[in-house]
């Protein structure tokens, strides 16, 4: 590995930590976004899920009671349902297709909250399932359940500490789900254990950068700072998807 390239992967984890650090989210799709230019697709992903389980473990101390445990549980729950209907789903529909149908989405969402305030609602155990069922599905056909459900907590509302430490606990038990399907199927191998351990400290510091950003944040600015990341990492996504029709 040049020392370009181990510059550009440390760069990209110290990124992917302050998301992380900062917002509960973004992590994976900041990881897998980085390193596609220079390591394969499934040794990002695998990276990513390992050191999203990493993240949550660094994190547990700070968010644990903020936590919103019951509807952590429906969101697991409705991902078990919902995912292999998104699984479904991609055998029969283009994967580009799709993904560039939620970017556009996560964008629209995005740009809407922009200029109008959050709704503020208190949603019902049926409407949680709900988001997590439509989680699920989005999970299944895209791997882009975290975004969705970042969208659907800024429309309602939820206080930042309470959004951020949900999602945190949530990608926690998701991913290590994920993790013992990938190592299963053999898809953790010397280069991703490698990796992982190279990028463990770099997170941890940008983690801790963006827990102490996020303390001395208010509502606002956490609000401002979420809608910029979710229509950065569209736009990414979408430029992305476009390069590789082209």
């Known amino acids: 590995m040049s020392l370009v390239i181990a510059g550009w992967i440390g760069l990209v984890f110290l990124v992917a930590g302050f998301a992380r650090g900062y917002s509960g989210f973004g992590f994976s799709a900041v990881t897998v976004v980085g390193l596609s230019f220079v ?60 993904k560039a149908a939620v970017y556009a989405f996560l964008l629209m969402v995005a740009a809407v909250l922009t200029f109008i305030r959050p709704l503020r609602i208190e949603l ?59 190592g ?3 898809m953790i191998g010397a280069e991703v254990l490698w990796q992982t351990l190279y990028a463990l400290p770099l997170v941890g510091i940008g983690i801790v950068i963006g827990s102490r950003r996020f303390l001395g944040a208010s509502d606002a600015q956490f609000r401002r700072a979420t809608l910029a990341l979710l229509t950065a990492l569209s736009l990414v996504g979408l430029s992305i998807l476009l390069c590789n029709q082209m």
């Open 184 to 186: 299963w199927r053999g």
């Open 39 to 98: 390591v394969s697709p499934a040794t990002a992903v695998a990276t990513a899920i390992l050191l999203e389980i990493a993240a949550s473990l660094f994190q547990a101390r700070s968010v644990f009671r903020d936590v919103d445990w019951r509807n952590t549980m429906v969101l697991l729950a409705g991902g078990l349902v919902g995912n292999p209907v998104g699984v479904w789903i991609l055998q029969i529909a283009p994967e580009t297709a799709l």
């Open 124 to 182: 019902s155990g049926s409407a949680w399932f709900a988001v997590a069922l439509g989680a699920g599905i989005v999970n299944g056909a895209t791997a882009l359940s975290g975004l969705f459900i970042v969208a659907v907590m800024t429309i309602a509302g939820i206080a930042p500490a309470r959004l951020r430490a949900t999602l945190v606990a949530y990608f926690f038990f998701s991913d290590l789900y994920a993790a013992g399907l990938l």
